[in-house]
């Protein structure tokens, strides 16, 4: 499993959060590398570029998914191929604008990195 | 084109368009009467439309899934790919008109029991509405063109 800086600072800023649920959100995304289709629900607005959004729930603070993070990926078919692009709190997030603002900022560095490397 | 997209697809849209267009009459009716204890059966039978229109909506969403990965050029995909920025703007505009209601019901004193029912099928909309964030978002759309060809790339 290949994490971006982009994506694995996110990730730390959300576990250093809720630490208790650190672990559970690992193993989600081990699931989710090895079966990125079984997980969350598919964007519409990407076309065919398959994208999906998870729901993520800390029940160790007692936060539920819907009240949660998201957290999107990309996945590339054949072969099989998964981007992890955001992670974030919803709560942070609730108008719209802002929060495809974000995704968008977040594509971006991946899309720098990625052209870096 | 499969049967469902053929026979079924367009009846349910077009239900879906005109239970929506009933809605917005009928909330207006219920906000100019919001104080009288007999606007109660409007509500519930604005609140039963709400659900009926989100259950045709999910058949509609399900085709569109279907049909994602069909290619651009393909007769199903002209048919499904108009679509979605409409379905985009009843799911969104339903779920503006029932929050809307909801904090007026609220400010009425209307019982906390019917709200919550309320409540209840406006998250099923706002659920639904996050799978639609990026229609329409162009820039969002060619950054995925390109994440997806770097990606492709660099399996060259």
Redesign the interface.
């Known amino acids: 499993m290949h994490l971006s800086s982009s994506f694995r600072r996110q990730l730390d800023k959300i576990t250093k959060k809720y630490p208790k649920d650190k672990e559970s959100v690992n193993a989600l995304l081990k699931d989710i590398s090895n079966l990125p289709f079984s997980k969350g ?11 999906r ?1 998870v729901r993520v729930g800390f029940p160790q603070h007692k936060i539920s998914k ?1 009240d949660g993070a ?1 957290l999107c990926y ?1 996945v ?1 078919r054949d ?1 099989q ?1 998964v ?1 992890f ?1 955001s992670i974030y709190l919803k709560s942070e997030y609730k108008d ?1 604008k802002k ?2 603002s974000y ?2 900022q977040k ?2 560095e ?2 720098k990195e ?2 870096s490397n | 084109m499969d049967t469902l997209l053929d026979e079924e697809y367009f009846p349910l849209l077009e239900k879906v368009r005109s239970v929506s267009s009933k809605i917005a009459s009928q909330t207006s009716v219920i906000r100019e009467n919001i104080s009288r204890w007999r606007v109660i059966p409007r509500i519930i039978a604005v609140e039963v439309k709400f659900n009926y229109i989100y259950s045709q909506i999910v058949q509609i ?1 399900a085709v ?2 279907k049909h ?2 069909c ?2 050029e393909s007769p199903c995909n002209k048919v499904v ?1 108009p679509v ?1 920025p409409e379905l ?1 703007d009843i799911i969104s505009a339903s779920a503006k008109e029932q929050q809307s209601l909801i904090e007026l019901e609220k400010k009425a004193g209307i019982s906390s029991y019917i709200i919550s029912i309320q409540e209840k099928t406006l ?1 099923k909309y706002e ?1 639904l509405l ?8 162009s ?3 060619e ?6 060809e ?3 790339q ?2 060259r």
């Open positions: 629900d598919r964007e519409r607005g990407f076309r065919e570029h398959h994208v959004k819907r998201r990309f590339q072969p191929v981007v692009v719209e929060e495809q995704v968008r594509m971006i991946i899309i990625s052209k | 969403d569109i899934e994602m990965d290619s651009k790919n979605i985009k998250s659920d996050e799978n639609y964030m990026f229609v329409g978002d820039e969002a759309n950054l995925m063109d390109e994440l997806a770097l990606v492709s660099s399996d």
